[in-house]
């Protein structure tokens, strides 16, 4: 069964346009997508093979390996969600500016993609019916039919700096997330609410409900070691990643800051006398 990457409804297979909406139908990239993922849990990697004149969307920089047929196409995010949307997820996000199209010519081709958080990878299967809010830093690569609303505000208002921007995914299709450490995927039932921390969160299915808040007062938010959290109700799907990105940092520091301290000490010294 195929079914038109815009509106959904259900089209032959030797269809070249949707009879409802008149969209474009490339039946070759509607077909289900061929991939593996590789040294899972902890170094996992991405291989898609595509068929003659398929697609797949990529960051800018999660290629490892290709065939030689596969040609690149390189854009901007600012068709996906403007200029200063497309800076403003960039600088305080940390993305890139740069997204990749990845088209097989002339015969089937294999692309290799890894990200660069140490953790897995998974598929999300994205549908008319649900759709997901993935963290941006986590997001890999997508099918034709998949559209990353970058231009979408709902998580970013009140996060007080804590850089969570969140990309959410409408069409049909697939997307590809790497998350820090492994994956934890909950099923909530309807009604059923789990409390995730923003740093650990990776997605969410658009079926689930949620409100962001801080981690009890503003005491226990500043002084307390936890930042802000969100409440996300069932029924849906809530992807955790184990390891939190802003803890390893400090953990981190907290060995080589002493050392990066001391040597710029001795170096203004030595430039002093």
Request: glycine share 12%; net charge positive.
């Amino acid at each position: 069964m195929v079914r038109c990457p815009k509106c959904g409804t259900i089209v032959g297979d030797d269809a070249k346009f949707c009879p409802k909406c008149g969209a474009k139908i490339r039946i070759e990239e509607l077909r289900p997508l061929e991939y593996k993922i590789k040294y899972r849990p902890s170094y996992s990697l991405l291989e898609v093979k595509l068929p003659p004149e398929g697609k797949i969307t990529a960051e800018a920089g999660a290629m490892t390996y290709m065939t030689s047929n596969i040609e690149v196409k390189t854009h901007t995010r600012i068709k996906e969600g403007g200029l200063w949307r497309t800076i403003k997820v960039s600088l305080l996000g940390g993305e890139t500016l740069f997204i990749n199209d990845y088209i097989a010519r002339g015969d089937t081709g294999k692309v290799g993609f890894v990200s660069a958080p140490l953790g897995d990878i998974t598929r999300l299967e994205v549908s008319q019916e649900k759709g997901y809010i993935i963290q941006s830093s986590a997001y890999i690569a997508s099918t034709s039919g998949v559209h990353l609303d970058t231009e979408w505000q709902g998580f970013t208002k009140g996060l007080f700096g804590q850089n969570l921007f969140m990309i959410k995914t409408l069409g049909e299709g697939n997307v590809f997330i790497n998350t820090f450490g492994a994956i934890d995927k909950h099923e909530l039932k309807p009604g059923e609410t789990l409390v995730v921390d923003n740093f650990h969160l990776a997605a969410l299915s658009t079926t689930c409900r949620y409100k962001v808040r801080m981690f009890g007062g503003l005491k226990s938010t500043l002084l307390g070691g936890e930042g802000l959290v969100t409440d996300v109700t069932g029924p849906g799907e809530v992807y955790i990643q184990t390891k939190n990105p802003l803890e390893f940092v400090n953990w981190l520091w907290k060995y080589l800051g002493p050392r990066i301290q001391g040597a710029a000490n001795r170096g203004s010294r030595r430039i002093f006398f």
